[in-house]
């Protein structure tokens, strides 16, 4: 699976995004998608994550309330709405296609995108 994402940029405090995350090589409808960041000198961690269908969602407790994960598998796309932003949102975020296990582990996931930058600044 060949994996897009776009939509990072630069936020004030508090305001919103939408990432998105284009997919193609293979039926969109057959995988679960997630959402990862990394931060400078951090480690790349979990944000959320989408089963096939949409209708079950996971969310890192950091993120929870906040964003909204979402898809359109009409239009082979995932998508991140963060609201409510705040600066220890900044990270590249990457969108990677579910595999199997754990839904919040990196290794559970396979094709990963080319990551978007977003940058909150207070």
């Known amino acids: 699976v060949q994996l897009q994402a776009s939509g990072g940029g630069l936020v004030q405090a508090g305001g919103s995004l939408r990432l998105s995350c284009a997919a193609s090589g293979r039926t969109f409808s057959s995988y679960g998608m997630g959402w990862f960041r990394q931060a400078p000198g951090k480690e790349r961690e979990f944000v959320a994550a989408?089963?096939?269908?949409?209708?079950?969602?996971y969310y890192a407790d950091s993120v929870k309330g906040r964003f909204t994960i979402s898809r359109d598998n009409a239009k082979n796309t995932m998508y991140l709405q963060m609201n409510s932003l705040k600066p220890e949102d900044t990270a590249v975020y990457y969108c990677?296609?579910?595999?199997?296990?754990?839904?919040?582990?990196?290794?559970?996931?396979?094709?990963w995108g080319q990551g978007t930058l977003v940058t909150v600044s207070s």
């Open positions: 989408v089963n096939w269908s949409g209708r079950n969602a």
């Open positions: 990677a296609v579910y595999d199997s296990g754990f839904v919040y582990y990196t290794g559970s996931y396979t094709d």
